[in-house]
């Protein structure tokens, strides 16, 4: 098993940016990816982010390329999602998931979630 926390979350004016972070414990080499995915009120959660965790591949929603980056350190455990050039429509709930077998992007294969962290962007 898999536990994941979130970090990072909080208010920023429009055009700021902040950096989330995503601590992984327990069986951690059993998940080939790290992904963030957000979820607006009212809206459906979608992904924002994935990267494999054995050679740093990455993947972005088209609505955050070119603002947000993921990365992570593996000696630390975690997956960071800077966010820069941050916009009132990315306001949302942020979560970190972790997929075993390969980065699909969907929500219905995330074999593990973190508790999400609030972004609200004004």
């Known amino acids: 098993h898999v536990q994941l926390v979130e970090s990072g979350g909080g208010s920023v004016q429009n055009g700021g940016s902040l950096r989330l972070s995503c601590l992984a414990s327990g069986y951690t080499d059993s998940t080939k990816c790290m992904a963030w995915f957000r979820q607006a009120p009212g809206k459906e959660r979608e992904g924002v982010a994935t990267?494999?965790?054995?050679?740093?591949?990455?993947y972005y929603g088209d609505s955050v390329k070119g603002r947000f980056t993921i990365s992570q350190d593996k000696a630390k455990n975690t997956v960071y999602l800077q966010m820069n050039s941050l916009r009132p429509e990315d306001t949302a709930v942020y979560y970190c998931?972790?997929?075993?077998?390969?980065?699909?992007?969907?929500?219905?294969?995330?074999?593990?979630w973190g508790q999400g962290t609030q972004v609200t962007v004004s």
């Open positions: 990267i494999y965790t054995h050679d740093n591949i990455t």
């Open positions: 998931a972790a997929e075993r077998f390969y980065c699909s992007g969907y929500t219905t294969r995330v074999d593990y």
